[in-house]
């Protein structure tokens, strides 16, 4: 017998009994940022090799040691897209939807990154992303927050999440604060952890969510990013919570949130949460005004958000947030016996299906004895079962039996889809 082939490690099936959940979220999230006027754009999930080491930066952990890297047939040298930002930038640019322009775009799929997997994290995850284009100011970046925020509210995990906000400050600004952090330092290399002491010479920001403790007791006494923040970036952070403030939504500064990408400027943020151990950021975001013209084109300021699918699930199901509507359930089953009654079948779903929008209708195949049709249909947990044989057929009615009751009536066929409509 062959071997049996098993999925990669950390590439997971979503089985039926999971679909549902995942339909669900992303018919909620569709709803609410078409409400605030987003439309979805979707691109490749292969993209040249490039774009990334540009767009995220060649010394951050994904370029350096997570991303999924291979040569084409022409030497060309192309990667499965490690998160969706500088992709969804490549795209727009592309189509010439950016320059003096305002874009409000959303996107979701599956993304890549060799990590070691766990729960919440995996080597093929995926991701839902907001992102707008063309506005500056501060008003856009509390948009994208309030949006998340009703989001939230909508699935019933506002009480359960944390904004945390933070401004990073411009690009001068950073690197004033790299040299000075640097500096501090270099003096403790040998407290800090082995990451860390990498990052010291590579992306020294990302030391200060180091969750090694011996690192965090030395950054303790180590200059402080917001005493190198200009007027113009405090400003901004200031209108930022300002309106956040005037719109209930509370948010805590943690001063040691930088993001791990290299293109996020001024505002940065995460929503987080304290009950899924330590994967617990299920959104993050900022804004990245450099990174368009870093990606070849012209000069656009930029903002938007991530979320990871598989942790928003877990998420939901931790908290036994899974509304009854978002589970897969069948409403009606059809069963049959004989040639014509199989006939009449067909014409039943279909006009229930017609008549009753979302409905679900399973109509058995396969053929069978009536008692093995009426197990499948008890399998099925639908909420009523019609029943049609010869003698049915013939006097043009069918049997309808409620499931949960074990009430059955005898109805007209042309009355049985008023009647279903009735009892829903």
């Keep these: ?86 992709s969804c930038v490549r795209a727009a640019d592309q189509a010439g939807l950016l320059f003096n322009q305002t ?14 997997p766990q729960k919440g994290r995996y080597r093929q995850f995926h991701q839902i992303g907001v992102e707008s284009f063309g506005i500056a100011s501060a008003d856009i970046d509390a948009e994208l927050i309030i949006l998340s925020a009703r989001l939230w509210k909508k699935l019933g995990l506002l009480e359960h999440v944390e904004l945390q906000l933070n401004t990073i400050g411009l690009a001068s600004e950073r690197e004033a604060y790299k040299a000075a952090l640097v500096e501090y330092l270099t003096e403790f290399k040998e407290q800090l952890d082995e990451d860390s002491q990498r990052r010291l010479t590579t992306n020294p920001l990302r030391i200060l969510d180091s969750k090694d403790e011996a690192t965090q ?24 919570r300002a309106i956040l403030a005037a719109n209930g939504i509370a948010s805590v500064i943690n001063r040691r949130l930088v993001r791990g990408l290299d293109y996020y400027g001024k505002t940065v943020f995460e929503w987080v949460t304290t009950h899924l151990g330590s994967q617990a950021t299920v959104c993050a975001g900022g804004r990245y005004d450099g990174l368009v013209e870093q990606l070849g084109g012209k000069a656009t300021p930029g903002v938007g958000f991530a979320m990871g699918v598989e942790r928003l699930v877990l998420l939901l199901d931790t908290l036994n947030l899974i509304p009854d509507e978002a589970k897969f359930s069948t409403d009606v089953f059809v069963i049959s016996m004989g040639d014509d009654a199989e006939l009449a079948s067909f014409v039943m779903a279909e006009q229930l299906r017609h008549a009753i929008p979302n409905l679900v209708v399973l109509r ?25 044989g010869q003698d049915e057929v013939e006097q043009q009615v069918c049997q309808v039996k409620d499931m ?10 042309d009355s049985v889809v008023e009647y279903i409509r009735s009892k829903l």
Excluded at 103 to 116: D, I, S
């Design 1 to 86: 017998m062959a071997r049996k082939i098993q999925a990669i490690r950390g590439m997971n099936d979503i089985l039926p009994d999971q679909s549902s959940v995942w339909l669900y979220l992303e018919k909620t999230v569709a709803e609410v940022v078409k409400s605030y006027g987003y439309q979805q754009i979707r691109f490749p999930i292969v993209e040249n090799t490039d774009l990334f080491k540009r767009g995220v930066g060649e010394t951050t952990d994904i370029v350096e040691k997570e991303m999924y890297t291979f040569e084409d047939r022409n030497g060309e040298s192309l990667t499965l897209r490690p998160e969706g930002t500088a």
């Design 103 to 116: 874009q409000r775009l959303w996107y979701m799929g599956p993304m890549f990154r060799y990590e070691r």
């Design 217 to 240: 007791a030395v950054l303790q006494k180590a200059p402080n990013l917001e005493d190198f923040i200009g007027e113009e970036s405090q400003a901004h952070f200031e209108r930022l």
């Design 364 to 388: 058995h195949c396969g053929g069978g004895n009536f008692k093995n049709q009426m197990k499948k249909a008890d399998k099925s947990a639908a909420r009523f079962t019609i029943i049609l």
């Design 404 to 413: 949960s009751s074990g009430e059955q009536q005898t109805q007209p066929l």
